[in-house]
Nanobody, 118 residues
Framework: QVQLVESGGGLVQAGGSLRLSCAAS????????MAWYRQAPGKQREWVAI???????NYAASLKGRFTISRDNAKNTVYLQMNSLKPEDTAVYYC????????????WGQGTQVTVSS
């Protein structure tokens, strides 16, 4: 059984910063790409950023420059540093991990709420 647990969400004023963490635990094989998604009220879940096992990163165009994804492979943890936050960044943030070497599976965390006040 694999679990992903996000943490670090909360309430922050516009212009502030937050750092989200997502730790994988359980019967973990190889972790391939790890990613962050978010879902704002009344909207579909959208992709935020991704990082491969080699450390290559990519971001949603609208977020590039404000958000930074990183990972610590020794801790099976992925991070999302969010700077210059805006009220429109308010959402539940989810992490996803792709695991396995032959057959690959996606695992999701339960989400962490980020609220940015104006």
């Amino acid at each position: 059984q694999v679990q992903l647990v996000e943490s670090g969400g909360g309430l922050v004023q516009a212009g502030g910063s937050l750092r989200l963490s997502c730790a994988a635990s359980g019967t973990i094989g190889s972790i391939n790409a790890m990613a962050w998604y978010r879902q704002a009220p009344g909207k579909q879940r959208e992709w935020v950023a991704i990082i491969t096992s080699a450390g290559n990163t990519n971001y949603a165009a609208s977020l590039k420059g404000r958000f930074t994804i990183s990972r610590d492979n020794a801790k099976n943890t992925v991070y999302l540093q969010m700077n210059s936050l805006k009220p429109e960044d308010t959402a539940v943030y989810y992490c996803k991990a792709n695991m396995g070497s032959g057959t690959r599976y996606d695992y999701w965390g339960q989400g962490t709420q980020v609220t940015v006040s104006s």
